[in-house]
């Protein structure tokens, strides 16, 4: 069966080990040298990696709880950035510590992974413009 050649690629959501920071050291940077962003959900740490594409690593605490629940906790983090990816500014390492006392759901570690990696790159969009006042 031939691909129609007039349907536009589909984005890559491979989650492989280049999309991973791996090592203690390339972690430990990105919390001496990353910027920082904060909400209700998480604080994302980011720093410049130098290479085409953003790597991930989730930090999730023992004060989180067991270690069933830190392991969920660090899968949902996973998957909220091999989804997010694409929205995401390339060529950044990000760190995500999410916050004690709470059980995001997929969603709501996606929404706050894209709010938090515009604005901790910089690269935030612009403000919606305000709505039109009506004439009376």
């Given at each position: ?8 690629e589909?984005?890559?959501y491979?989650a492989?080990?280049?999309?991973r920071?791996?090592r ?13 962003a ?7 740490l980011?720093a410049p990696n130098g ?5 991930f ?9 067991n270690?069933?629940?830190r ?11 091999r989804l ?34 515009l ?8 403000p919606?413009?305000?709505?039109p006042?009506?004439?009376?």
């Open positions: 069966m031939s691909r129609d050649r007039s349907m536009p589909a984005m890559d491979r492989g080990r280049k999309f920071i791996r203690p050291k390339e972690i430990s940077r990105v919390f001496r040298e990353g910027r920082r904060t909400d209700g959900v998480m604080t994302l980011a290479q085409a594409e953003s790597r690593a989730p930090a999730v605490a023992t004060k989180h709880g270690a069933v629940r392991n969920r906790l660090k899968r949902l983090c996973r998957e909220a950035f997010s990816r694409p929205e995401l500014p390339p060529g950044w390492d990000y760190v995500m510590l999410p916050r004690r006392g709470i059980s995001p759901s997929l969603e709501t570690l996606r929404a706050s992974l894209r709010c938090l990696g604005r901790v790159t910089g690269e935030q969009p612009p919606p413009p305000p709505p006042r009506g004439t009376s």
